[in-house]
């Protein structure tokens, strides 16, 4: 149910997407999520954490929605946050891209239950074309330990007579309602 609310949440931005930022590159993109790596190693840590997200950028600003189906600790996570990616350099075809996230997580443990919070991701994103590599670090807190993150985004730039791909499909949704 979280999942279905929070790409209607999404298509709900995308659509009124033209009176918040009318003059801003605006474009949709779709995350892929897959490894973590654990600063300390004594746990048992899942490192392999698939899911997937949607991200909706305005320039150089985000708004993301990511869904984990199975975090570190073999529980769900999802996040709900905004960010900023700044284009820093160009090598070659490649363009290197720091940047930062705040977010609204739940992170689920198994046994105990689901602890909610603010989470501050700095990170970098390697971009070639409609493609991205992005690796985010989370802090270690506590007894928590230190996690480097590593995901995929793609692109979705193309445009249509009625808008960029997808914003014209979550129109159309909204408007048939």
């Known amino acids: 149910m979280k999942k279905v609310l929070s790409v209607l949440f ?31 190693r004594q746990r048992d840590y899942n490192e392999f954490n698939p899911g997937g997200g949607v991200r909706l950028y305005y320039g150089n600003l985000f708004a993301a929605v990511d869904i984990v189906d199975r975090n570190s600790v073999r529980g769900n996570t999802w996040a709900f946050g905004v960010g900023y990616e700044y284009p ?63 995901f995929a985004t793609v692109h979705f730039e193309r445009e249509t007579e009625s808008g960029t791909l997808p914003f014209a499909f979550c129109r159309k949704m909204v408007s048939d309602c």
């Open 10 to 40: 999404v298509c709900f931005l995308l659509s009124s997407s033209a009176a918040i930022a009318e003059e801003a590159e605006r474009h949709f993109a779709v995350d892929i999520w897959g490894f973590s790596h654990h600063v300390n």
């Open 88 to 150: 820093l350099a160009k090598i070659g075809s490649f363009t290197l891209s720091p940047m930062i996230e705040i977010a609204r997580m739940g992170y689920q443990f198994p046994k105990y239950g689901t602890l909610y919070g603010p989470i501050l991701l700095p990170g970098v994103s390697i971009r070639k074309g409609l493609l991205s590599g992005n690796v985010v670090y989370v802090p270690s807190t506590g007894k928590r330990s230190g996690i480097v993150l590593f």
